[in-house]
């Protein structure tokens, strides 16, 4: 499978590992930063985004004078 | 549609959304299969012996290293004329690729001329200029990271990048300007008597495009990632003024 590469093998594997490993750094520097900043902004986003509002039953309106469809009168 | 919509954050989201994961799957193929076809099924130069392999990462990432700086050049000037944001965080994001392939490109070209020439560097104009462009690729990603306020460092990187550009330049054309010289002339052209025996060019011209493909799947990634991080700028700035 490896080629014959005779007596410049170690140039050769040493230029291919150096450039995997310039490569192979920078990709994953990138994915990991990527990653990182997409967490921190989706974080940030759900801390701002306001909550949905509580669905108020017409026991809970009845009872504590709040909520729609309730009249001081009662219902009627 | 034009081609300036996209300055607009969203609208570059959206479509790099769709394009990444394409431009992803390109690059792994042609790198993978430019790479094992270069290393693996191509025989050794009669001169250069097995060494002739060096030629499948160093050619490409030196042809990076300057198109990368010619991007950057053009979205600089894009944002020093236009102000459109998206085109100055897209150069910022070039920055550290374009350092990695210039770097490659020296340290494989060292690698490289040490067994052909008996040395590891020569003053030579190519590779001189080329060791400029280094330097200002350092001084780019360095004077991004130095100036706290996003648009003055904007302004200031983009000078810079119009200054280097001279290097760019030099280290593609210093062969024809100067006759002295270790490094050889272009290993391609347009003629075809004037390129390398096919059974190499082939297979270099597969790396060549598997290193642009990973130079704009990076430049995307990198982008998107700078959007939102000036998104996160701006989110924290305004729960500091609530």
Redesign the interface.
């Known amino acids: ?1 490896m ?7 170690g ?2 594997l ?3 590992g ?2 995997l490993l ?2 192979g ?3 994953v ?3 990991v ?2 990653g990182r ?2 967490r ?2 989706e974080a ?2 759900a801390r ?1 985004s306001p909550a949905p509002p509580r669905e108020v039953t017409e026991e809970q309106g009845t009872e504590k004078g709040t909520g729609p469809g309730h009249r001081s009168g009662g219902t009627g | 549609m034009s081609m300036w919509e996209y300055a607009n954050p969203r609208q570059f989201m959206a479509l790099t959304d769709r394009v990444l994961p394409w431009v992803t799957a390109l690059t792994v193929g042609a790198l993978a299969v430019g790479l094992a076809w270069g290393f693996f099924f191509t025989p050794d130069d009669y001169k250069q012996g097995s060494t002739v392999k060096i030629i499948f990462l160093h050619v490409p990432a030196a042809l990076m290293a300057i198109n990368a700086w010619a991007m950057m050049l053009v979205a600089s000037l894009v944002w020093l004329i236009r102000r459109h944001h998206v085109s100055v965080l897209a150069a910022r994001a070039a920055g550290p690729v374009g350092l990695t392939f210039t770097a490659i490109a020296l340290a494989t070209g060292a690698i490289w001329g040490q067994p052909m020439w008996g040395t590891w560097w020569a003053w030579d104009p190519r590779l001189t200029s080329f060791l400029i462009l280094f330097i200002f690729y350092l001084g780019y990603v360095a004077l991004w990271a130095a100036i706290d306020d996003p648009d003055t460092a904007a302004d200031l990187t983009s000078v810079l990048c119009i200054m280097g550009s001279v290097f760019a330049f030099l280290s593609r054309y210093a062969v024809n300007f100067w006759s002295q010289g270790l490094h050889q002339g272009a290993s391609m052209s347009v003629r075809r008597e004037d390129n390398i025996h096919d059974v190499f060019f082939y297979p270099l011209v597969l790396c060549m495009a598997a290193f642009v493909l990973l130079f704009v799947m990076l430049v995307l990634l990198r982008t998107r990632t700078e959007i939102r991080a000036r998104r996160i700028q701006a989110l924290m700035a305004r729960e500091r003024m609530a």
């Open positions: 499978m080629p014959d590469l005779g007596q410049y093998a140039w050769v040493a230029a291919y150096v450039t310039g490569l750094a920078i990709v520097a990138s994915l930063r990527a900043v997409r921190q902004l940030l986003e701002r």
